[in-house]
């Protein structure tokens, strides 16, 4: 029986079928079919955390997917650097993953429901000098609390690492979801390099 914990681990094999199901014709990503029962309800949970929404660019959608990401993650700064117009056929929803020792004053800034595409751009290039005077950790807690979950049901070893991306894409059924997660090596062939 599968579980949520073996699912990183079969991500290079599903990512493999989604290519072949590419080559066949078949539009969208692999369904990771075994794993929806255990994708599903970190959806809910996803929605909840305070995020940077940007649209698809484009008016067909591949569907949603959020990104942990920091601005002091190495491989983040390399996704923000070769998509940095964003991603032409998917709604991004960026989710700040607090690194030790940074301010809750910039963090509760970029959690704010009005935080822009511009701030998130100027915090990920190290140039955010806005702040709020809110020390509140509640939204950091709550990110972390989140993140925890997902790494202690989803990844072999429970540890949490940026970026990590949570995609949702509607299936052929109304009202039907289709949840794939993974690292930049499993759901990098859904984003759009820079031309």
């Known amino acids: 029986m599968l579980n949520r914990r073996s699912l990183l681990a079969a991500m290079p094999g599903l990512l493999l079928a989604r290519r072949a199901a590419a080559a066949a014709g078949t539009p969208g990503i692999a369904a990771q079919a075994g794993f929806q029962k255990e994708l599903a309800p970190f959806w809910d949970q996803l929605a909840m955390l305070p995020s940077i929404r940007e649209p698809a660019r484009e008016a067909a ?20 650097q070769q998509f940095p117009q964003g991603f032409r056929r998917l709604e991004m929803r960026y989710v700040i993953y607090p690194w030790p020792g940074e301010p809750y004053g910039e963090l509760n800034y970029m959690y704010r429901p009005e935080t822009t595409l511009a701030d998130y751009r100027t915090y990920m290039d190290h140039h955010l000098t806005a702040t709020v005077p809110s020390d509140s950790g509640a939204q950091a807690d709550l990110v972390m609390a989140v993140a925890a979950d997902m790494a202690a049901q989803l990844v072999e070893g429970g540890s949490f690492g940026t970026p990590f991306f949570f995609h949702a894409v509607e299936g052929a059924t109304p009202g039907q979801m289709i949840f794939s997660a993974g690292d930049i090596v499993a759901m990098g062939p859904l984003l759009d390099r820079a031309a």
């Open 61 to 80: 959608s591949d569907g949603v997917c959020y990104m942990f990401t920091n601005k002091d993650c190495t491989v983040c700064q390399v996704v923000h």
